[in-house]
């Protein structure tokens, strides 16, 4: 069965760094676009970034670009989410997801409507 598992959250200081990783299994992530969201209490799921399968192509919310990058590791089938200079706002639970389609859409990076996603990993940015 299909499964993505998201690890790496915890608890980190204003300027700090997290790298998030996710592990695909019962499917190979090369075909698939995979995307990172993030929903902070009271608010709604938005998208953080995703990447095509196809080109490599990425998108990055504009309040994170410059600080985060997705990244995957085809030998490990893996999705990883580098996060630096992080800020109290950055402060959400994150999730995994992926999608058969093997390039970008706008609506497939900024809406929850992937097909696969995980449980969520908890980032927590406070003194």
């Known amino acids: 069965q299909a499964q993505l598992v998201e690890s790496g959250g915890g608890l980190v200081q204003p300027g700090g760094s997290l790298r998030l990783s996710c592990a695909a299994s019962?499917?190979?992530?090369?075909?698939?676009?995979v995307a990172w969201f993030r929903q902070a209490p009271g608010k709604a799921r938005e998208g953080v970034s995703c990447?095509?399968?196809?080109?490599?192509?990425?998108y990055y919310l504009d309040s994170v670009k410059g600080r985060f990058t997705i990244s995957r590791d085809s030998a490990k089938n893996t999705v990883y989410l580098q996060m630096n200079s992080l800020k109290p706002e950055d402060t959400a639970v994150y999730y995994c997801?992926?999608?058969?389609?093997?390039?970008?859409?706008?609506?497939?990076?900024?809406?929850?409507?992937?097909?696969?996603w995980g449980q969520g990993t908890q980032v927590t940015v406070s003194s």
């Open positions: 990447q095509g399968s196809s080109d490599g192509s990425t």
């Open positions: 019962g499917f190979t992530l090369d075909s698939y676009t």
């Open positions: 997801a992926a999608d058969p389609v093997p390039r970008i859409i706008p609506a497939l990076c900024a809406r929850p409507v992937l097909r696969f």
